[in-house]
């Protein structure tokens, strides 16, 4: 499955830590490395600040039959482009979780709407890597159920 996290979170751990942590991206990959493999799930994790690119990575994950967890950043506020990509994995039966470190819903009212919510399986929120855990822990439980 295909962990995409999208704008700025490469700066992970330099970026605004107060809100996003002192961890950095690679720790966030190694992190959901481990916890993938624990739930039995081979994960393969991407970062790119570049839209066309996500939507590439959703297209591909929609051709090799891949689950998808999704931090569209702040993508996910505007990016029609992204919405319909992500609506091609998720009505092809593939489950797409969108996660954010934050709860954006407590931060600036332009983070209040996602154009990506409305074509997810479903959306997690606010714990940081653990919203990560809690995603693929998600993908796991409906795999096996
Ligand atoms: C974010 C929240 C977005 O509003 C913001 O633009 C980000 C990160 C999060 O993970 O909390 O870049 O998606």
Known sequence: ML???????????VREPEIYGADTHADLVAAV???????????DARQTDDEAQ??????EAVDTRSHVVLNPAAFTHYSYA???????VTTSG????EVHLSN???RESFRHYSVVSGV???TIAGF???SYRLALAAIADRLQG
């Open 128 to 130: 940081g890597f653990v």
């Open 104 to 106: 954006p819903h407590t």
């Open 3 to 13: 962990i995409l996290n999208g704008p700025n979170l490469g700066r992970l751990g």
């Open 94 to 97: 593939l489950l797409l979780v």
């Open 120 to 122: 997810a399986t479903g």
């Open 33 to 43: 490395g481990e916890w993938g493999s624990g739930l039995g799930l081979e994960v």
């Open 54 to 59: 996500i939507v590439r990575w959703l297209h």
């Open 82 to 88: 992204l919405r319909d990509a992500a609506a091609q």
